[in-house]
Nanobody
Framework: VQLQASGGGLVQAGGSLRLSCAAC????????LGWFRQAPGKEREFVAV????????YYLDSVKGRFTVSRDNAKNTVYLQMNSLKPEDTAVYYC???????????????????WGQGTQVTVSS
């Protein structure tokens, strides 16, 4: 399975971005899909996850109400809509796929089987 993340960029605080992650290969519709981020000098951090059907989602507390994860299984793509962006959201954002598919809460990075290459999000103040 190959994951290709895109949609990052430079945006002013309060602005919006939509990240996309397209998958090639595997059975995308059965996977749980997550978004992580890593800022310079910090560990990779869970941001959001969506289960195989799209019926369950979980978020990092600091992004709740601002970020929305969604998926389109027909397009083998997962999205992260980011609104009201803050400078502290600046990081490289990664998408990841967990072949288990069932989600009962945030999933740690070690549980994921496949990772995308990351896309840079920079929020200026």
């Amino acid at each position: 399975v190959q994951l290709q993340a895109s949609g990052g960029g430079l945006v002013q605080a309060g602005g919006s971005l939509r990240l996309s992650c397209a998958a090639c290969g595997g059975t995308f519709s059965s996977y749980a899909l997550g978004w992580f981020r890593q800022a310079p000098g910090k560990e990779r951090e869970f941001v959001a996850v969506i289960n195989w059907s799209g019926g369950r989602t979980y978020y990092l507390d600091s992004v709740k109400g601002r970020f929305t994860v969604s998926r389109d299984n027909a397009k083998n793509t997962v999205y992260l809509q980011m609104n009201s962006l803050k400078p502290e959201d600046t990081a490289v954002y990664y998408c990841a796929a967990d072949t288990y598919g069932v989600v009962d809460g945030p999933i740690g990075p070690d549980e994921y089987d496949y990772w995308g290459q990351g896309t840079q999000v920079t929020v200026s103040s």
